[in-house]
Structure formats: structure tokens, C-alpha cells
């Protein structure tokens, strides 16, 4: 944990592909415990930052401290070797839209294979983990079951579980639901809003806005590559005070 009290601090973060500038000095901390929701329109940055927040991005210049690992970018500064990206990942869970889950492996499997791997687990170890964390997110008969044969938001919920069993510092979601139908995205933000309840913290990208709105202890909107505006779920969502964030809430109401 950082002196200020915060897990995460992202300063300045700039990100640009060729001559499209993404990011535009984006900063963001993250105290222990918070769940930190970031909204707004697709190409407004918010999947590329939380991206950058595990160097699978990396930013051209600005700082990131997630726990006691430290980063700094920019023009003279080294570039940091595996070793340091393996360790912040390992403290770092990520869950994507989509799964990317092994094919060939069971399900248990799939969750074991980072504790073992990585982290030089014993597999009966691993294998107690991981079936606690199936239970945990509502799949505990599905262990020895195969990908193909499970639903969309199972397979989502498997991710998670996988993310968890590295035993992470933060947990990342970008758009979690958003490649699953309509009816199963309940139960994937139902394991979402139980790691809240129990403290995880958690960076999420979403378009869930009555969700954000109940499960965030702060809610950040980005537009045009910065952070236009951050505040508590009742200061942005519910009572929003820039234009252009009240006009991105809008095309919510009238879909609802």
C-alpha cells in the first residue's frame, strides 16, 4: 500500500497509437477496499487505461504504484523487464469481455493451472482453492466439466474465479458482461457485487449504470481520453454536472 493509504495510483498516464492520442494524462487512486467504476462512450479511453493499469498496455509517459510495485514512463526511462511485469500480474487479476478460457482443460483445471504454475502451488493445494472458488461464484459441479459445455456467463464466472485464485491486490473488470446475453448477465454481476460486499478492490469498465450506480464507492466518467469527471455513484450518476455527462446518461433513460 502506497503512504497515502491508496492500492492503486495511476499519474498522468498517456497512451497514444501512431498519431491517435488515447489517453491524455489520466490519473486515478484507488484506496483499499473501493470499487471504482469507469463510464463512457466506446473510444473514450476507458478500456486502454484500465489496460494500462497492468501494463498489458504500456503508457508513453506518467507513473502507476498497484502495492509496492512502482512504474515510471517516459522518454529515458527503461522499460520494465518480464520479471517486474510477472510480479505485478500476479498481483494484478484481469477479467476480460470475453473469457479466454483453455478449451483442452476441465474447468478446475483452468483454475489451477496460474497457482501451480506461477506461483509453484501443490496441485492438492490448488485443487482446494480452486474448488472453493467454484463454490464461491456458483459452480461448484462444474470442476471437472469443459468449457464447451458450459453457458456464457459460466464461463465468465469460471474467469473470475481463475482471476481470483492468484490471490490479487486488485481486481480489473473490462465490460465483464457486455459479450453475454441479456438474461445472463445477473448472475455474472451477482459474484461482482459479493467480491465488493467481502472488500475486494476493484477497477471495472462498464455500461451497467443501475449496477454501477448500487455496487461503486465512486464512479469516474472519461471523455475524449481524460477523466472528465469522478465522484461518488450520487454526485455522477444520479446528479450529474457536466453537459456531456448528463447527454451520455441519457441515451440510458430512454433505452430504459
Known amino acids: 500500500m502506497n503512504a497515502n493509504g491508496a492500492t492503486l495510483?495511476?499519474?498522468?498516464?498517456?497512451?497514444?497509437?501512431?498519431d491517435h492520442e488515447v489517453l491524455k494524462g489520466v490519473s486515478l487512486s484507488v484506496a483499499r477496499g473501493e470499487v471504482v467504476t469507469l463510464i463512457g462512450a466506446s473510444g473514450s479511453g476507458k478500456s486502454t487505461f484500465l489496460r494500462c493499469l497492468n501494463l498489458l498496455?504500456?503508457?508513453?509517459?506518467?507513473?502507476?504504484?498497484?502495492g509496492t510495485h512502482k512504474f515510471t514512463f517516459g522518454k529515458g526511462m527503461r522499460a520494465a523487464n518480464d520479471a517486474k511485469l510477472a510480479l505485478l500480474r500476479?498481483?494484478?487479476?484481469?477479467?476480460?469481455?470475453?473469457?479466454?478460457?483453455?478449451?483442452?482443460?476441465?474447468?478446475?483445471?483452468?483454475?489451477?493451472?496460474?497457482?501451480?504454475?506461477?506461483k509453484g502451488m501443490a496441485q492438492s493445494e490448488a485443487n482446494e482453492l480452486g474448488r472453493d472458488l467454484l463454490a464461491k461464484v456458483g459452480l461448484a459441479d462444474k470442476a471437472d466439466t469443459y468449457p464447451s459445455r458450459?453457458?456464457?456467463?459460466?464461463?465468465?464466472?469460471?474467469a473470475i474465479a481463475?482471476?481470483?485464485?492468484?490471490?490479487?491486490?486488485?481486481?480489473?473488470?473490462?465490460?465483464?458482461?457486455?459479450?453475454?446475453?441479456?438474461?445472463?448477465?445477473?448472475?455474472?454481476?451477482?459474484v461482482i457485487r459479493g467480491l465488493a460486499?467481502?472488500?475486494m478492490t476493484m477497477v471495472l469498465v462498464t455500461h451497467e449504470m443501475a449496477?454501477?450506480?448500487?455496487?461503486?464507492?465512486r464512479v469516474g466518467f472519461m471523455n475524449a481520453g481524460v477523466m472528465a469527471e469522478i465522484?461518488?455513484?450520487?454526485?455522477?450518476?444520479?446528479?450529474?454536472?457536466?453537459?456531456r455527462l448528463k447527454a451520455f446518461l441519457s441515451r440510458f433513460h430512454e433505452a430504459s
Do not use: C, W, Y
Not at 458450459?150 to 469460471?158: A, D, T, Y
Open 162 to 190: 481463475r482471476a481470483l485464485a492468484m490471490k490479487p491486490d486488485v481486481m480489473l473488470f473490462d465490460e465483464p458482461t457486455s459479450a453475454l446475453d441479456p438474461e445472463l448477465v445477473g448472475e455474472v454481476l451477482s
Open 197 to 199: 460486499a467481502e472488500g
Open 57 to 66: 498496455e504500456m503508457p508513453q509517459q506518467g507513473e502507476l504504484a498497484i
Open 211 to 217: 449496477f454501477a450506480a448500487d455496487v461503486s464507492t
Open 90 to 118: 500476479r498481483s494484478v487479476g484481469m477479467v476480460f469481455q470475453h473469457f479466454n478460457l483453455f478449451p483442452h482443460m476441465s474447468v478446475l483445471s483452468n483454475i489451477t493451472e496460474g497457482p501451480v504454475q506461477v
Open 231 to 243: 465522484g461518488t455513484p450520487e454526485e455522477t450518476i444520479r446528479q450529474p454536472r457536466s453537459e
Open 150 to 158: 458450459l453457458s456464457g456467463g459460466q464461463k465468465q464466472r469460471v
Open 9 to 18: 495510483v495511476a499519474s498522468n498516464i498517456h497512451k497514444a497509437f501512431g
